[in-house]
């Protein structure tokens, strides 16, 4: 089994001697963009430091509609580029990590008022061909009255298409990033908040507040401000940057209701008003419902899915299923802001560009800042080796490993084959007999060949400690308190795992009420430093 043992503080604590380091790069922003510059930095040898206002990926980065994908709308748009890279790292993430990536199938009906089904088809031939596609099956067309596909549609759709794309666990994938770039050498705060940075002496001066290590100072080369929708306020703030700053906040809402139908492919609908949106199974016992797209304005922490958009997507999901849908079948929502590169402002929520932009201030010779801006989850990792190549040549050292690595080092928990998924989830089950079903799935396709970790030789569930509620165990949130810097029970239950929607508020509290005492006992045994 992998190593990724570190001698940094997992809980999030400040790194002792990080006030006295010269770092070579220090990212503001801890989601899946932040992180994963922060990895792929730390793993060519530069020294890294990040800090992330929250909790990782308690933003944007957990908030998705949790695809990797290639983005089939996007061409209409004639984004090609994007569409392309996207395509080309849905088979490269899916390898690095196999137990939070995972393929799945799209079912797009044809509708007679809407796209013509040769516009279709084309897409999907173009899907299909332009992003090197190796073990993922081709689109097919599909008979929706002869094929169980169909069954949970209205009966006025009778022809599909059915082509492929991933799911992701996408809070997992940025905290695996994270915590491979601190394997790696990197320091990772989390709740600590970049207050001020300044140039001097030929350096970035940041000043940070740490929730757990209170206010200190390091000192970078060169800075990133990955900050994602709060990256314009990290420059008017922190930077005193007067620029405007051409970030497009798009709100983007999901649904969660019970499991609406039996099998595993999932649903692409188009809705006149040109919007796309899906229906997916969803953890276990559920369907997931979005996304919309609707600008926003206000703190990107205090988004939340409103009743107009609650009530949009049962509406356009019951014009397509049999069962209608209303906001009272919703069980959960969830709600997050897309920061879109956008200049004018102008123009449909849906039709802003999903592609990253990076820009470059490195004026009169000083310590560059680089801004990255927009960026989807598929194309994180070559966003971060193209930031990359922008500040190498102002480095003062070599890198000791060349670009690319990112795609073929295994991220945490992800050291099996790209097709070993079952194999290891029947080894799981033979090794813990006593798991359910679902519980030895879950645990799978959370930490992969580290769910051995977190069992260890427990024969019984009572081995496991503590059960919270649904199948959460005690040795498991011991895990994610100690590796995973989990210092709330939200980020817990929400992000390093979807167990919440599966447990009483009660539960919920009992959990916090946990974490707070492992934090203390883990504080009283290692006063310096902790073990990942």
Known sequence: MADHSSPAIAAGGPDQGADERIFDIAIIGGGVNGCGIARDAAGRGWSVYLCEQNDLASGTSSAATKLIHGGLRYLEYYEFRLVREALQEREVLWGIAPHIIWPLRFVLPYHKKLRPAWMLRLG??????????????????????????????????????????????????????????????????????CVNARHEGGLWVVDVDSEQGGRHTIRARSLVNAAGPWVGAVAQNAF?????????LVQGSHIVVPRLYEHDRCYIFQNADKRIFFVIPYEQHYTLIGTTDRDYSGDPADVRATDDEIAYLCRSASDYLKTPITPKDVVWTYSGV????????????????????????????????LSVYGGKLTTYRRLAEHALEHLVPLL?????????WTGDSKL???????????ALLARLRRQYPFLSADHSDRLLRAYGTEAFDILGDARSMSDLGELYGADFTEAELKFLVRHEWVRRAEDAVWRRSRIGIRLKPAQIERIGAAIETMLAQQTASEPVAATN
């Not at 332009?130 to 929706?144: C, E, F, N, Q, S």
């Not at 897309?338 to 000083?366: F, H, I, M, N, W």
Request: charged letters at 25%.
């Open 240 to 248: 005193h940057a007067n620029t405007h700053s051409p970030v497009r």
């Open 338 to 369: 897309r920061p879109l590169y956008d200049e004018s402002g102008v123009g449909a929520a849906q039709a802003a560009t999903r592609d990253y932009v990076l820009k470059l201030d490195s004026e009169g010779g000083r310590a560059p800042l």
């Open 396 to 404: 003062p050292k070599a890198a000791t490993r060349q670009p690319g």
């Open 124 to 193: 999907l031939f173009l899907y299909d061909h332009i992003g090197g596609r190796k073990r993922l099956p081709a689109t097919r067309t599909v008979r929706l009255h002869e094929d169980v596909v169909g069954g949970p549609l209205k009966d006025e759709f009778g022809l599909g298409f059915e082509y492929s794309d991933c799911w992701v666990q996408d809070s997992r994938m940025v905290v695996l990033n994270a915590r491979d770039a601190q394997r790696l050498g990197a320091v990772i705060e989390t709740r600590t908040r």
């Open 412 to 422: 945490p928990g992800g050291d099996f084959p790209i097709d070993g998924a079952p």
